[in-house]
């Protein structure tokens, strides 16, 4: 079973590029350390306040990795708005 979670940011503090990567940067280090998951920017435009973050772990049980991805998605909005930004729109896919 592979569970993939979609976070969509939005990072209205953020006055350039290089604000953007501070916020994104910091919310997959935190992530990758505390549950050990895979997670990488997956829509890498220009614009500096938009910004979407893929999140992979892989199990034999469905119902481990939906309580995983829970436990994610609620760390991440907690980092997200630590870091001056809101998580807009997530949702998980299992395959």
Known sequence: MIAFLTLELQIEAA???KDKRQ????VKDRLRAQFNVAVAELDANGLWNRATIGVV???DS???L???MKNVERSATRIANNSGADVSDSFVEFL
């Open 15 to 17: 006055q350039s590029l």
């Open 23 to 26: 916020v994104v940067r910091s």
């Open 57 to 59: 772990s892989v199990s």
């Open 62 to 64: 469905r119902d481990y």
């Open 66 to 68: 939906d309580g995983l």
